[in-house]
Nanobody
Framework: QVHLVETGGGSVQAGGSLRLSCAAS????????MAWFRQAPGKEREGVAF???????TYADSVQGRFTISQANAKRTLSLQMSSLKPEDTAMYFC?????????????????WGQGTQVTVSS
């Protein structure tokens, strides 16, 4: 059973930075996709950044150039460096994963989820 635990959320003023981390355990091989999703109150969960089994990354247009997804520790630590934060980035952020060599395009394709960490950006 894959287990994901996020840390690093908090409150920051607009223009500031935060770094989220996700500790992953329980994988039996290295062929998996990991991603960060976010969900604001009253809105659907949206994909923010994705990283596939060989490290190729994809970003939502809304965060391109401001957020960076990365992996370390033999892919067992997933990070999201967030810079130039905006109030509209306020949401619960989730780490997610699924097996395979391609990333699913939406939340429906992700099997494993963390509990989430809150990010609040004030203007």
């Amino acid at each position: 059973q894959v287990h994901l635990v996020e840390t690093g959320g908090g409150s920051v003023q607009a223009g500031g930075s935060l770094r989220l981390s996700c500790a992953a355990s329980g994988y039996t091989d290295n062929n998996f996709c990991m991603a960060w999703f976010r969900q604001a109150p009253g809105k659907e969960r949206e994909g923010v950044a994705f990283i596939d089994y060989i490290g190729r990354t994809t970003y939502a247009d809304s965060v391109q150039g401001r957020f960076t997804i990365s992996q370390a520790n033999a892919k067992r630590t997933l990070s999201l460096q967030m810079s130039s934060l905006k109030p509209e980035d306020t949401a619960m952020y989730f780490c997610a994963a699924h097996g395979g060599i391609y990333c699913a395009p939406s939340a429906a394709g992700f099997i494993y989820w963390g509990q989430g960490t809150q990010v609040t950006v004030s203007s």
